[in-house]
């Protein structure tokens, strides 16, 4: 131990053969300054001794565990705050090392990273979704102040799995599930690859130690039973490139095995049918020399069509650039090649963590810190704009989990977007306003609704409307956290707004059945029945009755004279119902706090029913809708039958009508004619051709209420073809 900087002078205080430092102080010896490295041998110092008496499951001195974890860190050339941070790292907690203290001895910079990685243990993964999706949020704030934390905190986990063997299997498993949940999809966007696969396999072995060993002696046979295939694929590319004019690198590269498993779990092969077990990369000079070398290829073998990916116009969303393609070797044996620049190989091997190794001023290494800066930074936006953890999850998910899509703008920029995504993800992409004021888009020139699945190569254009505005059915379909959000959050802010209107004319109505008037109620009261039922305000109370998560009636009765102001919640909906005399009226234009259903689209003129959704305020239904009698017979509860139409309603609503007619030239154009002669408008059509004979045409017309609607259906009956009329419910 005496040829490094650290033994020399600082023998662990455990004094155990065990503990070596050796390698670390070398690899530290390579990039740290004299000053630095004492720093880093000063904790070295500090966490032997306060982890002295402690030992790991497998026998070892527990500074093992933080020596082998600093050593990971300083493969990635992390500066000397984190290092000793790394070294530092279970003190506080497993040894109740107060932060104050680590901040006198070493600095606030490394006392922070250790106290961030402190918080981190505390977390208790739990299998219930809602804990676990807290733990996640946790570590990726923790992640978004400073991403060194993160780091450490991976190479933490990776000791942890490479040293899982004396630990039983019970508890194996279950950090292994853990690690795959929580750790590996974060170490994926990260792009920290090296590592990804590595933890991949070890959860794999974890989890499924048998058909870890079986595959594996698979993998080793199939090697040597491929070693002349592959030789001479190695030979012929690496004679083939320089001929080309291309000075390349040419390595052979084996799968890691969970890769395998997945691909064998996934396409639902066996092993002799996975052939592509390994794969060639080749690592050039500039971008350029990336093409040449794949057409070099492509002459040499033949490409498997289908098989080329383009990673380098399009790179993956934490950086990847390589162009793939799959060749048809020797015996027909396919083989994948990835060629790269030797900064792409950085980027594809470490990730983010490439900006620490080769501090280079090259253009795609800072970008990628840029980048992956501003991913983490909407992190603490969205935590913002949410707080709820399940919210949270769920907007990060998609970035967790890349599976993109790639589209244009109309002039020619990519974007990605998540698989799924709508054009509203791309609106709300381009710009907040974009999103929130999107009346429809033109997806490759053609008009198309909002919902519409995008694919890759879509040019995308998004027309918006002053008049148009996010409405809570659009969160069904957008997939991207940032719309999903947006939404949200606007829906939200004028939901509230809207609710407390809505709430107030609930209320109103109530105390006037009860023979009161809202405006007999005095501050006093509503302060003192705010306290009464743990609302803030006045306002608070009202958006609740709107929202209905408070009826109006049972706090109508609070108002009464000689009446208890205790508190009133959405339980008592019995109460209500019973109390309820008069109906609640309908306008129409309540906004978020009343939804007309959308299966049965009411009309004024139809009989009502509403159903009361915590959160949703009401949604009305016509008293004939099946979809809402099958609801009530689920949670009869939650349904008010008192519901009618004002006597003035707002504007013009939407019904859904089809129409049967004989497949005859004009017949379309001659019923659109019939409808605006009724002075209705079509808002929608679609058609669709039963047989040759008759037409099958969907409107959705918009009609001031039933009278309206009959007047339609008179004029449509005077075009001749038409056969029968009917408006869909349900
Ligand atoms: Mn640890």
Redo the contacts with the bound molecule.
């Keep these: 131990m005496n040829s490094s900087a650290i033994s020399t002078d600082t023998p662990s205080v455990t004094g155990s053969a065990q503990v070596t430092i050796a390698p670390l102080a070398e690899l530290i010896s390579q990039y740290l300054a004299p000053a630095d490295i004492r720093r880093v041998r000063n904790a070295f110092r500090f966490s032997d001794a306060a982890h002295l008496g402690q030992f790991r499951a497998s026998g070892e001195p527990y500074i093992t ?2 020596i082998a ?1 600093t050593e990971i860190c300083a493969g990635w050339r992390l500066d000397a705050d984190a290092l000793m941070a790394a070294l530092l ?2 003190v506080m907690e497993d040894q109740g090392v107060p932060k104050q203290e680590l901040a006198e001895h070493f600095g606030t910079d490394v006392a922070e990273l250790v106290d961030g990685l402190s918080k981190l243990d505390r977390i208790e993964f739990a299998t219930k979704t809602d804990q676990q999706a807290d733990s996640f949020r946790k570590m990726l704030l923790a992640m978004a102040r400073d991403v060194r934390v993160i780091l450490i905190k991976l190479a ?1 986990r990776l000791h ?1 799995m490479r040293t899982l063997g004396p630990v039983s299997p019970e508890k194996r498993r279950r950090v292994a599930r853990e690690t795959l949940e929580i750790y590996t999809p974060i170490a994926h966007r990260l792009g920290l690859n090296v590592l990804y696969r590595e933890l991949q396999d070890r959860c794999f072995e974890a989890m499924y130690p048998n058909r870890y060993r079986v595959l594996q002696k698979a993998v080793r046979a199939a090697r040597g039973n491929r070693r002349e295939v592959i030789g001479n694929v190695t030979d012929a590319v690496r004679a083939a490139l320089p001929a080309a004019g291309i000075e390349a690198e040419v390595y052979g590269r084996e799968k890691n095995l969970a890769g395998i498993y997945r691909k064998m779990t996934l396409q639902e092969k066996s092993f002799s049918e996975v052939l592509d077990i390994y794969g060639f990369r080749v690592v050039v000079h500039t971008q350029a020399d990336c093409y040449l070398a794949l057409g070099a290829l492509h002459q040499l073998y033949r490409p498997v069509p289908g098989k080329f990916k383009d990673y380098i116009a399009i790179p993956k969303i934490n950086g990847y650039q390589s162009l793939h393609t799959t060749l048809v070797g020797p015996y027909g044996t396919p083989i994948e090649f990835q060629i790269r620049t030797r900064d792409m190989h950085h980027i594809a091997e470490s990730g983010v963590a490439a900006h620490w190794i080769y501090k280079s001023a090259d253009v795609s290494l800072n970008d990628l810190q840029k980048r992956t800066h501003q991913w983490l930074q909407s992190l603490l936006d969205i935590q913002r704009q949410t707080g709820d953890s399940g919210e949270f999850l769920e907007h990060v998910k998609v970035d967790l989990f890349p599976d993109a899509v790639y589209v244009f703008t109309p002039r020619g920029k990519i974007i990605s977007l998540p698989r799924g995504a709508t054009p509203l993800d791309f609106a709300y992409h381009i710009h907040t306003d974009v999103g929130n004021q999107a009346s429809s888009a033109r997806v490759n020139h053609e008009q198309v609704p909002l919902h519409t699945e995008l694919k890759s190569g879509d040019t995308v254009e998004i027309v918006t409307s002053m008049a148009a505005r996010p409405s809570s059915q659009w969160l069904g379909f957008v997939r991207t956290g940032r719309a999903r959000s947006e939404i949200r959050h606007y829906l939200r802010t004028v939901q509230y707004a809207e609710s407390v209107a809505f709430g107030e004319r609930l209320l109103a109505h109530e105390l006037k059945q009860l023979g009161l008037s809202l405006d007999e109620v005095n501050d006093a009261t509503w302060e003192k029945l705010a306290r009464a039922s743990g609302a803030d305000s006045r306002a608070e109370i009202l958006a609740d009755i709107g929202l209905g998560k408070r009826l109006a009636a049972v706090v109508a009765r609070r108002f009464m004279p000689g009446a208890d102001v205790v508190a009133t919640t959405a339980a008592a909906v019995d109460e209500v119902t019973a109390v309820r005399s008069a109906p609640i009226l309908i306008q129409g234009n309540e906004g978020q706090s009343v939804q007309l259903a959308t299966c049965c689209s009411p009309i004024p003129g139809d009989a009502l029913i509403a159903c009361i959704r915590t959160g949703h305020g009401l949604v009305v239904h016509t008293a004939d809708c099946p979809t809402a009698l099958r609801q009530r017979e689920r949670e009869p509860e939650r349904w008010i039958q008192n519901v009618a139409w004002d006597n003035n309603p707002a504007h013009h609503f939407n019904v859904r009508v089809d129409v049967v007619a004989r497949n005859e030239r004009g017949v379309l154009g001659r019923i659109a004619a019939e409808v605006s002669a009724a002075d209705a408008n079509i808002a929608h059509i679609t058609t669709q051709d039963d047989a040759a004979a008759t037409v099958m045409l969907h409107f959705t017309i918009q009609v001031a209420d039933r009278e309206h609607l009959a007047k339609v259906f008179r004029y449509l009956r005077r075009v001749p073809q038409v056969q029968r009329i009917l408006r869909l419910r349900g």
């Design positions: 565990h933080p974890v790292h279970d933490d942890n």
